[in-house]
């Protein structure tokens, strides 16, 4: 109790703010978010089982920016996946903020959350399907007219990783 006269510091939470801001200019926290090395570093197997030429990021890459040499049109993915939700990203970014700032929420577990977030919209936008339609040929081929799917290898191999921390 401070003695008449005298001034009271009372903290109502700048000391952890610093110690926070200080522990994000060191580190640079960061989470990403779609095909890792690690995940998708393995040869991706063709819609009959056999391995392919190619690993699933290769694959990702292909389909994700196009390739004028094979044929094959952009079908984004990673990055349409990120565009449909800027508003909705946006949103949980601030609300995971501002759990973080005022210590409710540890950096780790908010950038996990995000990029869990980040990842499901990824997995549908490929679920509900990606223009342009697949040539009749590749459907014979495959089997399914839908695009980006046919064992589920380059789905599941969407991932996120937190780094910095």
């Known amino acids: 109790m401070a003695k008449p006269n005298q001034v009271q510091d009372v903290d109502h939470g700048w000391d952890a703010h610093g110690r926070l801001m200080r522990k994000l200019d060191r580190g640079q926290p960061s989470v990403i978010v779609g095909i ?17 030429g190619l690993t699933t990021v290769e694959i990702g890459a292909v389909h994700e920016f196009g390739s004028e040499l094979a044929g094959i049109p952009e079908r984004s993915f990673i990055r349409a996946g990120f565009d449909d939700n ?5 949103v949980l970014t601030k609300r995971l903020a501002l759990l973080v700032i005022t210590g409710r929420m540890s ?7 995000l990029g869990l977030a980040m990842k499901t919209q990824i997995v549908r936008r490929i679920d509900k399907g990606i223009e342009p339609a697949l040539k009749p040929a590749t459907i014979a081929r495959k089997g399914s007219s839908k695009p980006l799917i046919d064992k589920g290898q380059l789905k599941q191999s969407i991932t996120f990783e937190v780094q910095g921390i």
């Open 36 to 52: 890792t090395a690690e995940a998708g570093g393995d040869i991706h197997k063709n819609a009959d089982g056999t391995p392919g």
């Open 86 to 90: 800027v508003a909705a990203n946006r």
């Open 107 to 113: 950096i780790r577990k908010a950038l996990k959350i």
